[in-house]
DNA sequence: CGCGAAATTGACTCTTCTCAAGAGGGGTGG
DNA sequence: CCACCCCTCTTGAGAAGAGTCAATTTCGCG
């Protein structure tokens, strides 16, 4: 069995009732910044959380949806498959994001934990009444889906257009900036939470190609400290 | 004078009254589809239409967009630039297409005009209007918004993963379910209103690569009337 | 009919891919 | 606690697909 099929539910723990919305990391990041008390007494009742395992999935391609996420912890990665198997990886999530904006029959991605993660669903049929009593939460989702289309385009340039050096320095960048943290002289280390396989297959490069390039990188002193989960860009190449 | 920097406003002539909403050709594919008699009146009295010329932009890269517009004749180019020149076509709209969906201080992309072409626009602090009366706007635009992000998604998989070859089928079989159309022998003629170059460029091909795979899918046969702006594919290679 | 832009074709180069072998690192069990 | 094993990552050598530069042809338009 490949490690690809696995069942949803696999690694997805039971659903938790929460009551945990007031110490929320990613609350004021999310559509529940635009609630009010009364609404947002509401999503608490209709919300809930789920822990996804690493390597489990939240959403599989074809499969229906039926639920907005939250990622409140941890990671994920997106990717749509060819008939004959080769994967695209289309994007990553990180604490703050969203998926499955919309109620679809069949999902367009899959979505896979990149390690434990943590998750708030809110059914959509739930979510429109939600959205009625909080009109700003749907200008919120068009925001997002507007933002998401934007990195996609992003992602389009840099992969019909950019050289293997230029991908992967731009990956480093990207991710660095999502959740990259400055260290006391200004190097910013950069946590790569995902195999290298699943770089390659979002830069649209073959892994031996992007593990070259990862070392003339670090040989041109470009990168530092290259290793299995994390890199980090010198304090004189850190872009604004 | 590079022919990238026009001016917005050159080609693009004064604002329309249209009252033409009556006979619009795309009405029912556009959020106009969801608006009741008040609602339409509301939306004719804060709509216009306006002409492009042939390669005249309707929007700039970089530069505020308040609109929402909507292709009610001809076609667009939708296109992204790096720092260097290199240029990325990130997609082309047709009848029904909508772009701006959001007011920005940026736009995200350049929107140019493959041919003479027509679109109705929404300046957004109208839309906001419009969508308090009319509900299902908003539903819409996040429903085409998710539309247009599994398109930049199937967009990243041809970039990322297909071949020349793929890519080229793959975008006539696009174009052709767009705006293709069956001839009484089944053969699928697929209009191409774009030069080559931006072909190309969508493609993340060079211009002779392109045409050499052009070549050679007419030498197989899985294309025929290879012409410059348009291809037919054959009966029995028209996927469904 | 002829001009000029767009497209095609040709010859050669180079980046990236492919296939293969080797090194490193993390986790488990003895 | 150390050793071993497996999985991941890195490195190497050769092949292939796409890119580059240049010449030629075709087509649309005046």
Redesign the interface.
Known sequence: MSTQAQNKDQGCHAPDRPATCDVCEVRGRSICADLGPREFAHVEKTMARRHVSRNKSLMIEGEPNESLYVVVAGSFRLS?M?EDG???V?GFLFKGDFAG??STDAS??SAEALEDSLVCFFPHRYLEEIAADAPGV??R???R??T???K??????L????TAEERVISFIDLIGRQIGADDKDGNRVVPLPMPRQDIA????LRLETLSRTLTALREDGRITDVSRHSVTIPADCVSA
Chains 1, 2 share one sequence.
């Open positions: 749509k060819l080769r994967r695209q289309t904006v919309r367009a991605y749907k200008d989702l068009i925001a889906g507007q998401e289309y934007h996609a385009q992003d992602h389009i340039v992969l019909g257009k950019k297959d979002y830069l649209g």
